[in-house]
């Protein structure tokens, strides 16, 4: 007679059931948020730099001024916020 063992689960507890939904929640945010990030690290970049390789500095506020200093921007603003 041989004796058998019998390999029974272990149940899952509810701190592992939270880490892999924690994890989960996680990645999926980072999935989520990385398009946002890459939309406004792009807006600091100039339109020949977007696709370069290697990266380049993408701090470069010059656009920014040169919208803030034409004037006429404003008036698009204020309509958009009203309608």
Do not use: D, N
Request: net charge positive; hydrophobic share 50%; charged share 15%.
């Amino acid at each position: 007679m041989t004796s058998k063992t019998i390999k029974t689960k272990r149940p899952v507890t509810r701190k592992s059931a939270m880490f892999f939904l924690t994890l989960a929640l996680i990645i999926t945010s980072l999935l989520y948020l990385f398009p946002l990030l890459w939309f406004l690290l792009s807006a600091f970049k100039p339109g020949t730099e977007l696709f370069a390789y290697p990266l380049k500095s993408f701090l470069k506020i010059q656009p920014f001024k040169t919208l803030l200093m034409l004037g006429r921007h404003w008036i698009s603003f204020v309509t958009s916020i009203i309608r």
